[in-house]
């Protein structure tokens, strides 16, 4: 009997179970993390982005919404170079 007769069924059928796989696969766990960035603007007029927290974390951009977004990116990627980013107690 299909699921969407609206009677009980103890299995799902192999059509949902390939819907519940394919949604596993495709979830992305969000973890909001907040970091300290140190803005600095040098001899050339860049904007030069530093995340205290993150070793070798840094960016640069020409505009302030510009380097904010590029500080996203490279939280993003240090985070897969790495791995998972936790808060040390007392921060």
């Not at 796989?21 to 979830?27: G, I, P, S, T, V």
Request: net charge negative; charged share 35%.
């Amino acid at each position: 009997m299909d699921d969407c007769e609206g009677k009980a069924n103890s299995r799902a059928s192999p059509r949902s179970a390939e819907r519940n796989l394919k949604a596993l696969r495709n979830y992305h766990m969000v973890w909001l993390l907040k970091f300290s960035v140190v803005i600095e603007k040098d001899e050339d007029g860049y904007y030069v982005g530093t995340v205290s927290e993150l070793p070798g974390c840094h960016t640069q951009a020409k505009t302030l919404d510009e380097l904010m977004e590029r500080v996203k990116e490279a939280v993003e990627l240090y985070s897969e170079v790495e791995g998972p980013m936790t808060r040390q107690k007392g921060r």
